[in-house]
Protein backbone atom coordinates (compact mmCIF):
# COMPACT_ATOMS: atom_id res chain seq x y z
CA UNK A 1 0.00 0.00 0.00
CA UNK A 2 1.71 3.18 -0.63
CA UNK A 3 2.29 6.34 0.90
CA UNK A 4 -0.03 7.97 -0.89
CA UNK A 5 -2.94 6.41 -0.62
CA UNK A 6 -2.05 6.11 3.02
CA UNK A 7 -1.99 9.69 3.81
CA UNK A 8 -5.44 9.59 1.91
CA UNK A 9 -7.16 6.55 3.82
CA UNK A 10 -5.82 9.26 6.97
CA UNK A 11 -7.46 12.05 5.98
CA UNK A 12 -10.23 10.52 4.90
CA UNK A 13 -10.59 8.83 8.38
CA UNK A 14 -9.99 12.49 9.66
CA UNK A 15 -12.60 13.90 8.29
CA UNK A 16 -15.54 10.84 9.43
CA UNK A 17 -14.01 11.57 13.03
CA UNK A 18 -14.79 15.55 12.93
CA UNK A 19 -18.07 15.50 11.23
CA UNK A 20 -19.26 12.43 13.98
CA UNK A 21 -17.29 15.50 16.81
CA UNK A 22 -20.01 17.54 15.52
CA UNK A 23 -23.03 14.95 14.80
CA UNK A 24 -23.32 14.27 18.46
CA UNK A 25 -24.68 17.78 19.27
CA UNK A 26 -26.54 18.22 16.45
CA UNK A 27 -28.99 15.12 17.18
CA UNK A 28 -28.76 16.65 20.73
CA UNK A 29 -30.42 20.02 19.01
CA UNK A 30 -32.66 17.01 16.77
CA UNK A 31 -34.26 15.47 19.66
CA UNK A 32 -35.86 18.74 20.49
CA UNK A 33 -37.88 18.50 17.58
CA UNK A 34 -38.63 14.93 16.62
CA UNK A 35 -37.45 11.50 18.05
CA UNK A 36 -34.57 9.31 18.12
CA UNK A 37 -36.16 7.12 15.86
CA UNK A 38 -37.45 9.63 13.40
CA UNK A 39 -33.72 11.15 13.40
CA UNK A 40 -32.43 7.76 12.06
CA UNK A 41 -34.38 7.43 9.46
CA UNK A 42 -34.31 11.11 8.60
CA UNK A 43 -30.26 10.55 8.51
CA UNK A 44 -30.59 7.71 5.77
CA UNK A 45 -33.07 8.55 3.78
CA UNK A 46 -31.46 11.77 3.08
CA UNK A 47 -27.66 10.41 2.34
CA UNK A 48 -30.11 8.12 0.05
CA UNK A 49 -31.33 10.44 -1.86
CA UNK A 50 -28.64 12.31 -2.38
CA UNK A 51 -26.55 9.65 -3.39
CA UNK A 52 -28.75 7.81 -5.46
CA UNK A 53 -28.87 11.19 -7.24
CA UNK A 54 -25.50 11.79 -7.75
CA UNK A 55 -24.80 8.37 -8.86
CA UNK A 56 -27.40 8.24 -11.15
CA UNK A 57 -26.19 11.34 -13.35
CA UNK A 58 -22.65 10.50 -13.07
CA UNK A 59 -22.68 6.46 -12.87
CA UNK A 60 -25.96 4.93 -13.18
CA UNK A 61 -24.82 1.87 -13.82
CA UNK A 62 -24.07 1.94 -10.22
CA UNK A 63 -27.62 1.50 -9.41
CA UNK A 64 -27.45 -1.79 -10.03
CA UNK A 65 -26.24 -2.79 -6.82
CA UNK A 66 -29.78 -2.44 -5.26
CA UNK A 67 -31.27 -4.90 -7.25
CA UNK A 68 -28.47 -7.22 -6.47
CA UNK A 69 -26.42 -6.83 -3.70
CA UNK A 70 -23.69 -9.00 -2.62
CA UNK A 71 -25.04 -11.55 0.59
CA UNK A 72 -21.63 -9.70 2.53
CA UNK A 73 -23.56 -6.06 2.09
CA UNK A 74 -26.51 -6.87 3.20
CA UNK A 75 -25.22 -7.95 6.07
CA UNK A 76 -23.39 -5.20 6.02
CA UNK A 77 -26.51 -2.78 6.17
CA UNK A 78 -28.33 -5.06 9.02
CA UNK A 79 -25.52 -4.57 11.35
CA UNK A 80 -24.96 -0.82 10.18
CA UNK A 81 -29.14 -0.93 11.02
CA UNK A 82 -28.89 -2.61 14.61
CA UNK A 83 -26.16 -0.22 15.47
CA UNK A 84 -27.89 3.18 14.95
CA UNK A 85 -30.96 1.46 16.41
CA UNK A 86 -28.86 -0.30 19.77
CA UNK A 87 -26.83 3.36 20.71
CA UNK A 88 -30.22 5.13 20.61
CA UNK A 89 -32.03 2.79 22.84
CA UNK A 90 -29.29 2.46 25.27
CA UNK A 91 -28.34 6.58 25.45
CA UNK A 92 -32.31 6.51 25.85
CA UNK A 93 -31.51 4.33 29.56
CA UNK A 94 -28.06 5.31 30.28
CA UNK A 95 -26.22 8.89 30.32
CA UNK A 96 -24.73 9.97 26.79
CA UNK A 97 -21.65 9.99 28.54
CA UNK A 98 -21.32 6.65 29.74
CA UNK A 99 -22.95 5.61 25.99
CA UNK A 100 -19.80 7.50 24.35
CA UNK A 101 -17.91 4.90 26.81
CA UNK A 102 -18.95 1.87 25.88
CA UNK A 103 -19.51 2.65 22.51
CA UNK A 104 -15.43 2.74 21.92
CA UNK A 105 -15.84 -0.75 21.91
CA UNK A 106 -16.49 -0.75 17.99
CA UNK A 107 -13.52 1.08 16.80
CA UNK A 108 -11.33 -1.25 19.29
CA UNK A 109 -12.90 -3.73 17.76
CA UNK A 110 -12.28 -3.00 14.22
CA UNK A 111 -8.64 -2.71 14.99
CA UNK A 112 -8.52 -6.21 16.58
CA UNK A 113 -10.01 -7.35 13.51
CA UNK A 114 -7.27 -5.80 11.46
CA UNK A 115 -5.01 -7.80 12.60
CA UNK A 116 -6.85 -10.65 13.11
CA UNK A 117 -8.45 -10.89 9.36
CA UNK A 118 -6.59 -8.71 7.35
CA UNK A 119 -3.19 -9.70 8.61
CA UNK A 120 -2.33 -6.16 9.61
CA UNK A 121 0.41 -6.25 11.59
CA UNK A 122 1.09 -3.46 14.40
CA UNK A 123 4.84 -2.19 15.27
CA UNK A 124 5.80 -1.74 18.48
CA UNK A 125 5.41 2.18 18.29
CA UNK A 126 1.68 1.67 17.41
CA UNK A 127 1.05 -1.51 20.18
CA UNK A 128 2.39 1.31 22.72
CA UNK A 129 0.41 4.09 21.17
CA UNK A 130 -2.67 2.30 20.88
CA UNK A 131 -2.26 1.67 25.16
CA UNK A 132 -1.87 5.23 25.55
CA UNK A 133 -4.97 5.73 23.62
CA UNK A 134 -6.61 3.17 26.40
CA UNK A 135 -5.10 5.04 29.28
CA UNK A 136 -6.00 8.73 27.72
CA UNK A 137 -9.45 7.47 27.61
CA UNK A 138 -9.66 6.07 31.23
CA UNK A 139 -8.37 9.71 32.30
CA UNK A 140 -10.88 11.29 29.78
CA UNK A 141 -13.49 9.37 30.97
CA UNK A 142 -12.94 8.51 34.50
CA UNK A 143 -15.91 10.26 35.79
CA UNK A 144 -18.17 8.84 33.72
CA UNK A 145 -16.80 5.42 33.94
CA UNK A 146 -17.48 6.10 37.75
CA UNK A 147 -20.73 7.19 37.57
CA UNK A 148 -21.65 4.50 35.32
CA UNK A 149 -22.04 2.20 38.47
CA UNK A 150 -24.14 4.36 40.48
CA UNK A 151 -27.86 3.74 40.36
CA UNK A 152 -30.12 0.47 39.79
CA UNK A 153 -27.50 -2.22 38.32
CA UNK A 154 -30.59 -3.93 36.38
CA UNK A 155 -31.44 -0.70 34.71
CA UNK A 156 -27.84 -0.06 33.46
CA UNK A 157 -27.07 -3.26 32.63
CA UNK A 158 -29.64 -3.06 29.98
CA UNK A 159 -28.66 0.07 28.19
CA UNK A 160 -25.24 -1.51 28.43
CA UNK A 161 -26.07 -4.09 26.59
CA UNK A 162 -27.54 -2.04 23.96
CA UNK A 163 -24.58 -0.10 23.47
CA UNK A 164 -22.17 -3.27 23.49
CA UNK A 165 -24.67 -4.16 20.71
CA UNK A 166 -24.29 -1.49 18.71
CA UNK A 167 -20.18 -1.00 19.10
CA UNK A 168 -19.90 -4.94 17.91
CA UNK A 169 -22.52 -4.50 15.16
CA UNK A 170 -20.52 -1.45 13.98
CA UNK A 171 -17.55 -3.02 13.87
CA UNK A 172 -19.00 -5.74 12.20
CA UNK A 173 -20.23 -3.90 9.57
CA UNK A 174 -16.88 -2.18 9.34
CA UNK A 175 -15.20 -5.55 8.57
CA UNK A 176 -17.34 -6.38 5.98
CA UNK A 177 -16.88 -2.98 4.18
CA UNK A 178 -13.31 -3.33 4.83
CA UNK A 179 -13.14 -6.46 2.32
CA UNK A 180 -16.14 -5.29 0.22
CA UNK A 181 -14.28 -2.16 -1.21
CA UNK A 182 -11.58 -4.34 -2.27
CA UNK A 183 -14.06 -5.01 -4.68
CA UNK A 184 -16.60 -2.39 -5.23
CA UNK A 185 -16.45 0.87 -5.49
CA UNK A 186 -17.27 2.34 -2.06
CA UNK A 187 -20.18 4.82 -2.71
CA UNK A 188 -21.57 2.00 -4.29
CA UNK A 189 -21.79 -0.30 -1.56
CA UNK A 190 -22.92 3.21 0.62
CA UNK A 191 -26.01 3.42 -1.47
CA UNK A 192 -27.26 0.25 -0.20
CA UNK A 193 -25.69 0.52 3.17
CA UNK A 194 -27.82 4.19 3.33
CA UNK A 195 -31.18 2.14 1.49
CA UNK A 196 -31.89 -0.63 3.03
CA UNK A 197 -32.22 1.08 6.73
CA UNK A 198 -34.10 3.53 4.64
CA UNK A 199 -36.75 1.21 4.80
CA UNK A 200 -36.27 -0.83 7.94
CA UNK A 201 -37.09 2.42 9.87
CA UNK A 202 -40.27 3.42 7.92
CA UNK A 203 -42.62 1.64 10.45
CA UNK A 204 -40.97 3.31 13.26
CA UNK A 205 -41.23 6.87 11.88
CA UNK A 206 -42.95 9.60 13.35
CA UNK A 207 -44.29 11.70 10.13
CA UNK A 208 -46.60 14.21 12.20
CA UNK A 209 -43.42 15.72 13.94
CA UNK A 210 -41.79 15.71 10.71
CA UNK A 211 -44.71 17.65 9.07
CA UNK A 212 -44.64 20.06 11.92
CA UNK A 213 -40.80 21.01 11.36
CA UNK A 214 -40.21 24.59 11.06
CA UNK A 215 -37.55 26.05 8.67
CA UNK A 216 -34.63 25.78 11.13
CA UNK A 217 -35.72 22.41 11.99
CA UNK A 218 -35.24 21.16 8.03
CA UNK A 219 -32.14 22.76 8.05
CA UNK A 220 -31.05 21.04 10.70
CA UNK A 221 -32.32 17.57 9.40
CA UNK A 222 -30.30 18.66 6.12
CA UNK A 223 -27.51 18.71 8.30
CA UNK A 224 -27.98 15.46 9.65
CA UNK A 225 -28.22 13.74 6.51
CA UNK A 226 -25.20 15.57 5.20
CA UNK A 227 -23.13 14.69 8.07
CA UNK A 228 -24.20 10.69 7.37
CA UNK A 229 -23.65 11.14 3.72
CA UNK A 230 -19.92 12.65 3.84
CA UNK A 231 -18.79 11.01 7.21
CA UNK A 232 -19.74 7.17 5.82
CA UNK A 233 -18.96 8.30 2.40
CA UNK A 234 -15.14 9.12 3.81
CA UNK A 235 -15.04 6.47 6.18
CA UNK A 236 -15.64 4.11 3.11
CA UNK A 237 -12.63 5.53 1.32
CA UNK A 238 -10.35 5.57 4.35
CA UNK A 239 -10.82 1.38 4.65
CA UNK A 240 -10.23 1.55 1.09
CA UNK A 241 -6.90 3.04 1.13
CA UNK A 242 -5.56 2.56 4.89
CA UNK A 243 -4.82 -0.18 7.34
CA UNK A 244 -8.28 -0.52 9.57
CA UNK A 245 -6.18 -0.29 12.76
CA UNK A 246 -5.40 3.13 11.94
CA UNK A 247 -8.81 3.96 10.21
CA UNK A 248 -9.80 2.43 13.74
CA UNK A 249 -7.93 4.64 16.12
CA UNK A 250 -8.51 8.19 14.08
CA UNK A 251 -12.25 7.49 14.43
CA UNK A 252 -11.87 7.59 18.25
CA UNK A 253 -10.95 11.03 18.49
CA UNK A 254 -14.62 12.09 17.81
CA UNK A 255 -15.58 12.82 21.50
CA UNK A 256 -12.63 14.58 21.99
CA UNK A 257 -14.13 16.72 19.25
CA UNK A 258 -17.04 16.97 20.88
CA UNK A 259 -15.82 17.50 24.46
CA UNK A 260 -13.39 20.50 22.87
CA UNK A 261 -16.60 22.52 20.87
CA UNK A 262 -18.46 22.29 24.21
CA UNK A 263 -15.67 23.38 25.93
CA UNK A 264 -15.42 26.38 23.63
CA UNK A 265 -19.49 26.56 24.08
CA UNK A 266 -18.27 27.04 28.16
CA UNK A 267 -15.78 29.47 27.52
CA UNK A 268 -17.86 31.88 25.61
CA UNK A 269 -20.63 31.13 28.02
CA UNK A 270 -23.43 29.82 25.11
CA UNK A 271 -26.17 28.07 27.11
CA UNK A 272 -27.05 26.49 23.56
CA UNK A 273 -27.00 22.58 25.44
CA UNK A 274 -26.39 21.30 28.75
CA UNK A 275 -22.34 21.73 28.95
CA UNK A 276 -20.88 19.15 31.24
CA UNK A 277 -18.35 20.65 33.73
CA UNK A 278 -14.71 20.38 32.57
CA UNK A 279 -11.48 21.07 33.45
CA UNK A 280 -7.53 21.12 32.73
CA UNK A 281 -7.81 17.36 33.68
CA UNK A 282 -9.82 17.14 30.60
CA UNK A 283 -7.67 18.64 28.24
CA UNK A 284 -4.89 17.03 29.65
CA UNK A 285 -6.27 13.87 29.14
CA UNK A 286 -7.63 14.43 25.77
CA UNK A 287 -3.48 15.86 24.82
CA UNK A 288 -2.30 12.13 26.09
CA UNK A 289 -5.30 10.44 23.46
CA UNK A 290 -3.78 12.86 20.50
CA UNK A 291 -0.25 11.12 21.53
CA UNK A 292 -1.55 8.09 21.21
CA UNK A 293 -3.07 8.22 18.01
CA UNK A 294 -0.26 10.12 16.56
CA UNK A 295 2.02 6.85 17.45
CA UNK A 296 -0.46 4.64 15.72
CA UNK A 297 -0.69 6.63 13.00
CA UNK A 298 2.90 8.17 12.19
CA UNK A 299 4.32 4.58 12.86
CA UNK A 300 5.95 2.84 9.98
CA UNK A 301 4.40 -0.30 8.65
CA UNK A 302 6.00 -3.62 10.60
CA UNK A 303 7.69 -5.29 7.80
CA UNK A 304 7.44 -8.79 7.45
CA UNK A 305 9.61 -11.23 8.40
Request: glycine fraction near 8%; charge should be positive; hydrophobic fraction near 55%.
Amino acid sequence: MGKNNNKKGILFACTTAALWGFLALAIKFATQYIPPSSIIWVRFSIAFLMLGMFLGFRQPAQLKILLRPPFLLIMAALCLSFNYLGYAMGIDIISPAGAQVIIQMGPMLLAVGGVFFFKEQLSNVQLLGFGVVSIGFFLFYRHQITALFVGQEETFLLGALWVVGAAITWAVYALFQKQLVRTYPPQQLNLFLYGLPTLLYIPVVEFNSLIALDGFGWLLMLFLGLNTLVAYGCLSEALKYTEANKVSVIITLNPVITFAVLALMQFYELQWLDVPKMDLSTAYSGLVILLGVAMVVGSPKKKSA
